[in-house]
């Protein structure tokens, strides 16, 4: 009898011990993709035998994300996000024989839940955060944030601790601050977000991110003793979409804003000196994305572009830094090629980058710079389950880059400036497999002009793949 009051008891615990959990209602879902991709010159823009390294990759990758909610009430939920990703054969990837590699990360871990009495919902811990399509901000932060909507406006405010890896040092922190205003009402939808990313004494968003730096390199100047103190960056953004039954349309502009402090000497290409001592540096540039889309019976035609801004290199007097800056966690995807598209690097790959390196004074990938665009588009539902995309670009420097640096027989460099990165032409095909089951097939080539490298003679580039996914 003992023994059956013991087990009797033991149960009791254990009932009494799960029973708050059946209070808490879980919600999961996910995502699955796996790609096969082959690409050349994305990486150095020249082929094998004249370029910096062999970056002519073929590899499969898969990224499974796992999503697990644990919902109390509509006031109060914990939300996780789970990733591991996987490169096929790769031992750091977890793709080898065996198969065990350590590969999963967090993405995100945040409580969720209502302030009481009031409309507001607050964020707090890792989560995501997007503002502007990305020209601002989009990535995965350690964050607080509050939203309230009052119809038709919210309004989204916050703080991100975007670095703080000495807790006793405070120089070397990166904290933002802000605040966005959302309205959307019938077929118009606008917004107005403010970015204050306070730098410290970092180099955040200084000339690293709009392409000076690649041209320092080039031109041999030693920026390791380049220093930065007070880096004040802002960003202010508005953006307008409307949308018929015929067409659409959205405009965004964003302007960069703030100042930082800088010390160091800069010798120029015409060997000028520069030297400051604790200069200050406006953050002057500006970008302007827009966009038409047109809807007829089954088609869908686009034009649109943007003009991000660029520095001169005849002007590097001036106390302005006028190439469009970007803060910490910014994305924002665009071509296939250039602006980091479906197949773009985030497992393997090889050339060591998926973003032409060779640059002489712009940037491309998801943190364009110095660079302005056209496109032109047309997709066509095919049928019900069958999808065919083409799009052509058209990418230039507002300013003229290094395109070319050759020597006499003496040992004196010369250079050459163009502003024509090139013309790409991607092609997608999207086929429902079965269940939400949905493959991708992608052909993208880069019709490379001078201002693509600064090494003579760009050669073109290619890439070629197809994507399987599965959102559950």
């Known amino acids: 009898m003992k023994k059956y009051c013991i087990g009797f008891m033991a149960v009791l615990l254990a009932v009494a011990l799960v029973t708050p959990v059946f209070a808490v209602e879980f919600e999961y879902g996910g995502l699955y993709r796996l790609r096969w991709q082959s690409k050349d010159n994305v990486s150095d823009g020249k082929d094998k035998e004249h370029g910096m390294f062999d970056d002519n990759g073929n590899w499969i990758d898969q990224r499974l994300r796992m999503y697990f909610t644990f919902v109390a009430s509509e ?14 054969g790769s031992a ?63 309004i989204d405010v916050g703080y991100i601790s975007a670095q703080n890896e000495d807790v006793t040092d405070e120089s070397e922190n990166i904290d933002d601050w802000f605040i966005g205003l ?11 977000f403010f970015l204050y990313q306070y730098g410290h004494d970092t180099d955040v968003s200084t000339y690293h ?11 041999g100047v030693d920026t390791d003793s380049f220093a930065f103190y007070d880096n004040n960056f802002m960003d202010i953004g508005v953006g307008v979409a409307y949308r018929a039954d015929m067409f659409s349309a959205y ?52 034009l649109g572009g943007f003009y991000a801004s660029g520095t001169d290199f005849d002007d590097l007097e001036d106390s302005d830094d006028t190439g469009f800056s970007y803060p910490a966690g910014r994305s924002h995807y665009w071509s296939e090629i250039l602006g980091l598209g479906t197949l773009d690097v985030n497992v393997g790959g090889t050339g060591g980058t998926d973003r032409i390196t060779n640059t002489g004074g712009y940037r491309v990938g998801d943190a364009p710079s110095n660079i302005w665009t056209v496109n032109v588009g047309a997709a066509w539902q095919a049928l019900e389950t069958t999808k065919l995309t083409f799009n052509y670009w058209y990418v230039a420097t507002p300013e003229d880059v290094i395109s070319e ?13 163009d502003n024509t990165i090139g013309h790409e032409i991607d092609f997608y095909l999207d086929q429902d497999v079965v269940d939400g ?26 890439e070629l793949g197809a994507r399987l996914q599965w959102s559950f």
């Open 405 to 417: 640096i050759w020597y006499d027989d003496d040992g004196n460099m010369y250079i050459e400036d």
């Open 182 to 192: 959302g309205y959307d009402q019938g077929p118009i939808s606008a917004n107005l």
């Open 437 to 462: 089951l949905k493959l991708r097939l992608v052909g993208a080539y880069l019709f490379a002009e001078d201002g693509y490298t600064y090494l003579a003679d760009d050669d073109d580039t290619y």
């Open 75 to 88: 006031r109060l939920q914990l939300v996780t996000k789970w990733e591991a990703d996987t490169q096929w």
């Open 251 to 302: 405009v965004n502009f964003v302007k960069n804003l703030g100042s930082y402090d800088f010390s160091g000497t800069q010798e120029l290409p015409d060997g000028t000196v520069l030297e400051a001592d604790r200069e200050s540096i406006d953050y002057d540039g500006w970008l302007i994305d827009a966009g038409v889309d047109l809807f007829v019976q089954n088609f869908t035609f686009h």
């Open 92 to 154: 750091a990837r977890g793709g080898d024989v065996g198969a065990d590699a350590v590969n999963l990360e967090m993405k995100n871990a945040h409580i969720d839940f209502m302030i009481p009495a009031t409309p507001t919902r607050a964020r707090l811990g890792v989560q995501g955060i997007a503002a502007m399509s990305g020209w601002i901000i989009d990535d995965d932060f350690s964050a607080a944030r509050l939203t309230t909507p009052i119809d038709p406006v919210t």
């Open 209 to 219: 991110g709009t392409g000076l730096q690649d041209a320092f390199d080039l031109l």
